[in-house]
């Protein structure tokens, strides 16, 4: 730095500048590289000392072009070395899969999200694929549509089936059941019917609990309804009449006996 200030520099006696000849070097043959600081794109372990670099890890990286293009994108390869041995590990980008590739130096970590059929597919292979999810996809929906279009049709059958049952439950009244009986002309039959609901009935009565007992009220014919329903009435009203309690006796229970007075 101080020799740049200077106003005057030093030359010494045998000093010829005509001996001082500009040299021309050798170009740098291969794609140009820079220097760029970049993050490891994926986990990587190192195939000379076995080292693992994990995804994330900076290192200051050397970029070319590596003259492939892929639908005109350029891909460029990136040279690092090995946090441990030093050793040059070289990867790609790789824009058909929006991913990179590792080349030389270290082997990519087993990644299960990765679909390595992928890998070796073509364009054609790829574009065939495609078509045939597309066909699966639009079989699946027409399947979808057709079960949900049966199952419509069963549900609404359902409904019609019940609706017509509720009308013909509706229909069927108190006359129905009349004919239905006078129909039964066998005496056989009624005979029949008349020991079921006998026995019905000593079941009921044999079965019958305390709870189940009930009292009925005995009404004399000549009694008038009005009269009952007053009656009625009044023993729903409650009464809120004071009550005097009597006293007890404390001494009695005790055992004290009062002295009695003498009669004069």
Not at 29 to 58: D, H, W
Not at 109 to 126: A, G, I, L, M, V
Not at 225 to 249: G, L, N, Q, W
């Amino acid at each position: 730095m101080s020799e740049r200030k200077v106003l005057q520099k030093y030359y010494p006696p045998d000093f010829d500048p005509s001996k001082i000849v500009r040299h021309k070097g050798p170009k740098p043959t291969g794609p140009k590289q820079q220097t760029v600081r970049l993050m490891a794109p994926f986990s990587m372990k190192c195939l000379n000392c076995g080292e693992f670099i994990y995804k994330g890890r900076k290192f200051n990286a050397r970029k070319e072009h590596s003259g492939e293009k892929y639908y005109n994108i350029s891909i460029f390869r990136f040279y690092i070395r090995c946090t441990r041995c030093s050793s040059e590990v070289t990867f790609k980008t790789d824009p058909k899969n929006m991913d990179y590739t590792c080349e030389k130096g270290a082997i990519r970590n087993f990644e299960p999200w990765r679909d390595t059929r992928e890998k070796d597919e073509t364009e054609e292979e790829r574009l065939n694929r495609l078509e045939e999810e597309e066909n699966e996809s639009a079989m699946a929906k027409l399947e979808t549509k057709t079960l949900d279009s049966k199952r419509e049709m069963q549900i609404a059958d359902a409904l019609d089936e019940i609706r017509t049952r509720n009308a013909r439950n509706e229909r069927f009244d108190s006359a129905d059941v009349l004919d239905t009986l006078l129909e039964v002309t066998n005496p056989a039959e009624l005979e029949l019917m008349r020991q079921e609901e006998e026995d019905a009935e000593l079941a009921r009565k044999a079965f019958r609990t305390e709870e189940d007992k009930f009292v009925r009220r005995v009404v004399d014919d000549g009694a008038d309804e009005a009269d009952i329903s007053k009656e009625e009435a009044k023993a729903d009203i409650p009464s809120f009449k004071k009550t005097v309690k009597r006293r007890r006796d404390m001494g009695a229970v005790l055992g004290i006996k009062k002295k009695l007075k003498p009669l004069v």
